[in-house]
């Protein structure tokens, strides 16, 4: 790791490209010395249900950048190029929404862990891979998304559930009406078809999905992150695998404005996938969630076919899953066949929609994925092996 690592990041990259570089997100959980290296930063935690607390205040805190630039000095526009790094504090839990959301989704800002919350028509449905708990430890106990965020805490039962998915829906929407103004107002000053926007996430989240809650697990629903990019030779509507991971953006943006990516990049640029000239940049996919008890989890994924290995808690959970995703999108295991889940969830699995890694049918799968896993433990360094793999 160079000592100015800093000077490789983002924002620190595009500044000395000429781009004015302006930042609005939560504050934590991130590298201080690179948010730093915005030229304009107004940061905060806003996880409230009111303009002023909420995800409005980081909306309004670009469109007063943009109004700015649209005044510009001595009543010229600024022709400088900008990057803005326009985050937000929701759906982070607290997910307190706005009233008028709230309402729509049937969903209240629950506070007494002693109670449950009140039921509602209009609360969105449970997952269709909903469980009422995992079937085994995850490996990090009094995780603190697992079993602390209010208006969860450890319940998964259907009226938790459903009320802490309509808080989320209630968030997100609002963050898809925050980001309209900033479109809206792109529009107006003539920037919008100019602009490359992407959209995307650093995670996902459980909400009731396998029994957790948190994010910290390899399955789908928390794994994949969205990404969603609109701009000059991008087609609308368009849609493809990607296979890309999110230390790509880098690379990416530097490719579409024709900048120079830093030495220290390791990313891969996606821009061919942008503009319909690849469906992927990469074959395989890597996952780690190592915060709990060691080795912890990793997964890889190669065309439909995704492998998740679990060793925590000292031995005491070991286990392996198997998964065709073409087949089971949702990654349906043994207990989702349950009557009585299936009567809350209304989703009943075909008969091979389940783990399949003790399968006799799919043994050469297993075998294929579990020598890609540890290849690519190899490749990135990972200083851990699992219980069933050679030590180096």
Known sequence: MPPDLAEHTLAAVFNRAGYETMRTCKRGNSYEAANAKFSIRNDASKRGGTPETGSAWHADQVLNYLEKR??????DEDPS???????FSHPHDVRDGTPELLEKYGA???????????????????????????PFHHGHPNLRDEVAVKGVWKKRDERTIRNELGR????????????????????????LENTYIFYTADHGMAIGRHGLQGKQNLYEHTWRVPFIAKGPGIEPGSRAAGNIYLLDVLATLCDLAEIEAPKTNEGISFRPVLEGRRETIREVLYGVYSGGTKPGMRCVKRGDWKLIKYDVLDGEVRQT??????????????EHHAP????????????????LAVDPRYAEQRRELEQLLLQEQRRLDDPYRLWDQKKD
């Open 321 to 334: 899953q198997l998964f065709n995703l073409a087949e089971n999108p949702h990654e349906y295991l043994e």
């Open 81 to 87: 190029p900008f990057l803005i790094y326009f985050g």
């Open 70 to 75: 649209e005044a510009g000095k001595g009543g």
């Open 340 to 355: 009585g889940v299936i009567a809350l969830t209304s989703a009943t699995p075909r008969k091979e929609q389940r783990n």
């Open 108 to 134: 209240v800002n629950h506070t007494d862990p002693n109670v449950l919350p009140p039921a509602n028509a209009k609360q969105p449905a449970l997952p269709k891979n909903y469980l009422p708990a995992h």
């Open 168 to 191: 989320q829906f209630a968030c997100v929407e609002n963050i898809d009406i925050q980001i309209g103004r900033v479109l809206q107002k792109l529009q107006a000053m003539g920037e």
